[in-house]
């Protein structure tokens, strides 16, 4: 089965993308607030989206052109969600490249969240905010990361039931 993916232009240089996406002031103004962590290869970044919660260790870091984790710990809390840590295991993992001009092409693709996953639906839902989420950090000087107005995941088990039962079959 495919894993998720997302392709992007930002108007953005790729080593601005990429601090983005390994500091904590960057990760904060684009995922989630409530983030930790050793942002080093090995190290662990644990995101926190209300209940839930997301352990990401660091599998690669190539500066300007390579973001990899691996997740190693996961709970969602969504009450339509049977599966609590489907993440675990697999891998998100955000490539740059270049596009001139100021900006990147970003290829974003979770190895392993595939749509037989059940939590797959609110995921879609949850990386194409987030993404977006990510263009308007760098472009705009602010995202709209987890608690923001219009998260669409994670916020709550109400709110995601519903998101749930709204996804084709």
Not at 56 to 61: A, S
Not at 121 to 134: E, P
Not at 148 to 156: M, N, V
């Amino acid at each position: 089965m495919k894993n998720y993916q997302h392709s992007l232009t930002i108007a953005a240089t790729p080593a601005a993308v990429y601090a983005a996406l390994t500091t904590t002031k960057g990760l904060r103004g684009w995922w989630t607030p409530d983030c930790e962590g050793a942002m080093e290869v090995g190290g662990t970044i644990h995101f926190r989206f209300g209940a839930s919660h997301k352990d990401m260790r660091i599998e690669r870091l190539e500066p300007g052109r390579e973001v990899r984790w691996e997740c190693t710990r996961a709970h969602i809390a969504a009450d339509s969600i049977a599966s609590k840590d489907e993440w675990v295991g697999t891998q998100p993992v955000f490539r740059m490249s270049d596009a001139g001009q100021g900006r990147t092409r970003l290829d974003f693709e979770h190895i392993g969240l595939v749509p037989s996953l059940e939590c797959y639906g609110l995921c879609y839902k949850g990386w194409q905010h987030f993404m977006g989420s990510l263009q308007q950090y760098l472009e705009a000087g602010a995202g709209t990361p987890f608690g923001a107005d219009s998260t669409p995941c994670h916020a709550s088990t109400e709110k995601n039931a519903a998101m749930e039962r709204s996804q084709p079959a």
